[in-house]
């Protein structure tokens, strides 16, 4: 038999190489999404990575809990070791100075920045307002389960609410506004002669090409508008929950690096989606 580090590289570059070559096969024969910026191939990769992710939940429904945890253990060695999240925000809730510069950490910059990029995905402020304070709802109805969805009021209302997600809603509408008002005028690089005008076009090749206001709410939509827009809700508190329930059942902390790779890919995914 082959030494356990042998095994364990031949099995990741396997598995490395099985996603390369998805993605090329992303790239050659999948179709293109509603975006185009920085070039459609890239969003066809992203189309490969969520076929792989879902190919790899299928998987993971026919298997056993330990052999996931095992599973994940293999992937990220400082998993073992690990147990749940059993943080409690609830402890003290006096309104003090103290209290609130305890809650403030490196994820209250993680609300405001996920906030402006959602609100930039949804583009209505009555659709995000919504959204965020039905989160806060969930949390709410799932912190028998969870320990730290257990928040102090002012944690919720003033901190998550109003200061972070609130201010996230605002960023994001107002580049919305921006990118809806822009003059676009795209030049091709061969018709730049100056290396200035080069890097600023390779620059805005990073842009939308164009920006399209969206409404999703209408005086005289259909039951079924208003149904799917509620079904959009659901799913969308659905997906939130899913990112606290993974890594408590799985035994994943919060930084740790899995959660933010899965994030991003569920952003990768969810942008075209909901366009």
Known sequence: ???????DSNVWMGIVFVVI?????SILAFPNGPF???????????FGLSVAYMLILIFALFQKYQDIVAALQWLDPSLVGEGPDLTDYAVDCSLTLANVRSRIDVFILGHLIGWILKAMVIRDVI???????MWEVTEVAFAHLLANFNECWWDIWILDILLCN?????IGLYLCKKLEVRRLNWASFKDLRWPRDKIKRAV??????????????????????YAAISIFVIL????????????HIFLIPTTNLINTYRLVLIGIMAAPAIR
């Open 127 to 133: 659709l995000c307002w919504v959204n965020s304070i």
């Open 21 to 25: 070559v998805l993605e090329v096969i």
């Open 236 to 247: 969308w508190q659905v997906s939130e929950l899913n990112t606290f329930f993974l890594k």
């Open 166 to 170: 609130g201010l996230g809603i605002v």
């Open 1 to 7: 038999a082959l030494p356990i580090s042998v095994t």
């Open 204 to 225: 805005l090749q990073f842009t939308p090409e164009s920006w399209t206001h969206v409404r999703w709410l209408d005086p005289s939509s259909t039951y079924m508008r």
């Open 36 to 46: 185009i910026r920085p070039h459609p191939a890239i969003w066809r990769m992203g």
